[in-house]
Structures are given as C-alpha cells and as structure tokens.
C-alpha cells in the first residue's frame, strides 16, 4: 500500500485540476515554452538508442522531442500525476504515430523505477515536489551509470514580470490575492540558485551547473490575457467569481498589459535555469 503525505495529497488534487486547464491551453503552452523544451533536450546530449525519462511531462511535447532524438531503437517515458494530461499526451503520441513514446501516471517523487534511464529531462514538472531531496535522490536512482540530468526551472517573479502585473492588478479586487511561493513546491519553488544547487547536493548529484536560460516568445494581447486570466494562478479564483468580479478583475488586468503590447503583439519573456548535473 502506497503511504502519502497531506503535501503530496494537495500537489495531486492540485494538479488534477491545473491538469484540465493545462489540457485546454496546451497548443499555446506549447508555443511559447518550445524553445526551452529545445535547450533542455539539447542540454541532455540524448544519442540514437537511449532511454529517456521525462519528468511532470504534462502533455508530453518534451517526451516526443525526446523520442524523436533517441529513435525507434530508443525509449521516451513520460511520467506525470495529472490523469487528464498523461491522457492527452498518449493520444498525441498515436496521433503522431510516435514510436517509443510512453507514458506513466504515477508520482516521480516516490514511484519505484527501474535503474534503466540514460538521461532525465523536464521542462518545468520538477519545482512541485513536497520533499526535493527525497525526489530527486528517487529520480537519480532511475538512472544508470553515468546517466545525466538537464531540467528547466523559472527563476524569481521579478524577473518574469509579465506572470506578475496581473496578480498585481487583480489583488484590490480579491479578498486573498494569490501569492507565489519561492520556498514550499510550486512554480517559483527554485527560483534561488543556490536552493537548487543545495537540493541536488543532497540528494547525491554530482557536476551541477545552474546556468541562466531566457526565451522570447511573441504573444498576441487576446494570448496574453488568455495566459493571465485563465492559465496562472487567477484561473481558480476568477471561476469561483461572480460575473461582475470577473469583469472588473478583466478590465483591470487588461489596462495593466496594454503598455506591454505594441502593434498587437507582446513578448513573453521566460527567464528560467537550465540546470545539468550527473549520477
Ligand atoms: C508546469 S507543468 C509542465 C508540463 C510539461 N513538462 C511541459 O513543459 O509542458 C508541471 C507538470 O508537473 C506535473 N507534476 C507535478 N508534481 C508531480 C509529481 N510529483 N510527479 C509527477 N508529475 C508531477 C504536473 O502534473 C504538470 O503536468
């Protein structure tokens, strides 16, 4: 019988229903996240044959990548906690008719792999753990000889502001406006270099490089709102508001972007680490 935390019930219920709205806008999630999606896959150095496992996978763009660099003689396991997500991402890895595609839907922090992976990668799924060090010293046990580790994290609010002027624009309206976390699990939770560095030590990693990575991305002003009325930490509040909240938080949200937007178009400036390190 598998034994969880309270933390870990609440990351799992938490992500069951971030999971749906991830499911909803996961064509534009997918846009403006490519690029780091790319320079991790690139970071893990993946040859043709090798396993790969791909952690928090969401709705798998990274497990596909992946797949595609190792080939057909090769394994991409995706494992994430949300049902909804690991469901998308298997119809589209038979949509795209993606040999050695798999996905699991399980806790990474605590499920029991196999010591058969060359590599871990993950776009963003690693920051949501309730015990980093115990998740990721599970993780390196997944791993051969020699395996190598290459994951994007963000780094602080301030540095992605755009993730913050609606949180700032919409807290007169909200009795308990949301606040980001850079301690506990959550999106924020490595924005601290040294805090990665602390958790991967202690779990065993050895050569871990921190290394900052930013990505542009041009985003359309209806995107945009999308990203910061629906997508964020907005998203559970606004559903449980009435009509005449929603649209006062809308409206002042809106006049907070529209200096970031010229001739229709704003860009979305992800400002993450892109962290490596080996068994
Ligand atoms: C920010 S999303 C990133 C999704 C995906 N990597 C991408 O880039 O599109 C974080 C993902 O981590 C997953 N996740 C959170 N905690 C997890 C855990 N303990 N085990 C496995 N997956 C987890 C969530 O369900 C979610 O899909």
């Not at 994951?151 to 609606?166: C, D, H, K, Y």
Request: hydrophobic fraction near 50%; charge should be negative; aromatic fraction near 8%.
């Amino acid at each position: 019988m598998s034994m969880s935390t309270s933390a870990e019930r609440d990351m799992a219920a938490y992500w069951d229903r971030a999971g749906q709205v991830w499911v909803e806008h996961q064509a534009l999630l997918d846009r403006i996240m490519a690029p780091i999606g790319e320079a991790v896959v690139e970071a893990a150095s993946l040859a043709n044959g090798e396993s790969v496992l791909d952690v928090g996978c969401g709705a798998g763009a990274t497990t596909l990548a992946a797949a595609w660099r190792v080939g057909p003689t090769g394994r991409a396991v995706g494992v994430d906690i949300s049902g909804a997500l690991v469901e998308l991402a298997r119809r589209r890895a038979g949509e795209d008719g993606i040999e050695g595609a798999e996905f699991l839907l399980a806790d990474a922090q605590t499920h029991a792999f196999a010591p058969s992976f060359d590599a871990i990668i993950s776009r963003f799924g690693v920051m949501f753990f309730p015990d980093p060090v115990s998740a990721f010293a599970n993780l390196r046990r997944a791993l051969k000889p020699g395996g190598r580790l290459a994951f994007a994290a963000w780094r602080g609010p301030e540095e992605n502001p755009l993730s913050q002027i609606p949180l700032r624009a919409a807290a007169p309206f909200l009795s308990e406006p949301p606040r980001f976390e850079t301690e506990g699990p959550g999106r924020f939770a490595f924005a601290d270099r040294d805090r990665v560095r602390g958790v991967l030590e202690a779990s065993g990693w050895r050569e871990i490089a921190v290394a900052p990575l930013d990505a542009a991305s041009p985003l359309s002003f209806d995107e945009l709102l999308t990203m910061s009325l629906r997508v964020g930490p907005l998203n559970p509040i606004l559903k449980a508001a009435d009509e005449d909240m929603r649209r006062k938080v809308g409206e002042a949200v809106a006049t907070a972007l529209a200096p970031h937007v010229r001739e229709g178009v704003a860009t979305m400036n992800s400002a993450c680490w892109l962290v490596t390190a080996k068994v």
